[in-house]
């Protein structure tokens, strides 16, 4: 598979945890904010500094995020390793954080402003963001590379692309590796499957400790996976990016887990491993 193939994959994966890293950039701006009112110095040049070198911090934990799925992906699918993958994978990855920075800097908007003299809330942020930007665009190369060496070593073989095809006339969709089917996609298996989604579903809309945005969302991603499963012919790559994402979420949300383990059984049924 070519980096194209694979990039609708790697953004959904990515998407989804860097919105749980707004919840995060959220709850460390308001610790700042907080205790530089209890320090009485709020609005002060080390309340400015202090928010701006956050930003700039959480900038490069978007790229080691941006940087740990494509690991996950490439790891997981049968990706072919060249040059044109590591100059396509790091132009999706400076492209990817140019789009966070921009994020970012919007996110920074909605704190106590302050502007002292020379020193102004928004352009100091924007200066240590293109720093942070700067530093770390020059080293998606390099890392690339060596999550493909690091990858190839590991899989110690090249992995042949995912074949799919509709077998006779009973509409059973299989798709596997050289051949070898993984994933058989019949209207039983599939029927049970959105039948797991359901009750999935309803879990998510009943648990109290999910806030409203992250129940959202993963409403949204499993609507996402029931619309691809009824389709003709069910994209696989794009189920293996949607319940990946809903097997990340479900981790630290006890309330989730017994419907999700429902859902798990249809799915290896299926052929698929999450």
């Not at 890293?21 to 709850?27: C, E, I, N, T, V």
């Not at 790891?75 to 132009?91: C, G, H, I, R, Y």
């Not at 209207?187 to 039948?195: G, P, T």
């Not at 479900?250 to 419907?259: R, Y």
Request: hydrophobic share 45%; proline share 3%; aromatic share 6%.
């Amino acid at each position: 598979m070519t980096f194209e193939e694979i990039r609708d994959v790697l953004k959904s994966q990515s998407d989804y945890e860097l919105g749980l890293q707004d919840q995060a950039y959220s709850s460390r701006a308001g610790q700042i904010v907080d205790d530089h009112v209890r320090r009485g110095v709020l609005l002060s040049s080390m309340y400015i500094q202090a928010r701006a070198e956050h930003a700039a911090q959480d900038l490069t934990e978007r790229a080691n995020i941006l940087l740990r799925k494509l690991r996950e992906v490439a790891t997981a699918l049968p990706v072919s390793f060249d040059d044109e993958f590591v100059k396509q994978a790091a132009f999706f990855l400076e492209n990817q954080l140019g789009s966070q920075r921009t994020h970012i800097i919007g996110l920074h908007a909605r704190g106590p402003r302050a502007s002292l003299g020379q020193m102004d809330y928004t352009a100091t942020a924007e200066m240590h963001l293109s720093k942070a930007m700067e530093q770390n665009v020059a080293r998606f190369g390099g890392a690339v590379k060596l999550m493909v060496a690091e990858t190839m070593r590991t899989k110690q073989v090249s992995v042949p692309s995912v074949s799919v095809s509709v077998v006779g006339n009973q509409n059973i969709v299989q798709a596997g590796v050289a051949g070898n089917a993984t994933v058989i996609f019949t209207a039983e298996k599939v029927a049970a499957l959105r039948e797991a989604l359901v009750g999935f579903r309803k879990a998510i809309e009943a648990a109290p400790e999910l806030p409203t945005t992250l129940r959202d969302e993963m409403i949204e991603v499993v609507a996402d996976a029931d619309r691809v499963l009824i389709s003709e012919q069910p994209n696989q790559l794009k189920l293996v990016g949607y319940f990946g994402t809903l097997s990340i979420a479900v981790q630290t949300i006890a309330a989730l887990q017994p419907a999700w383990e429902a859902v798990k059984v249809p799915l290896r049924a299926l052929g698929f491993i999450i």
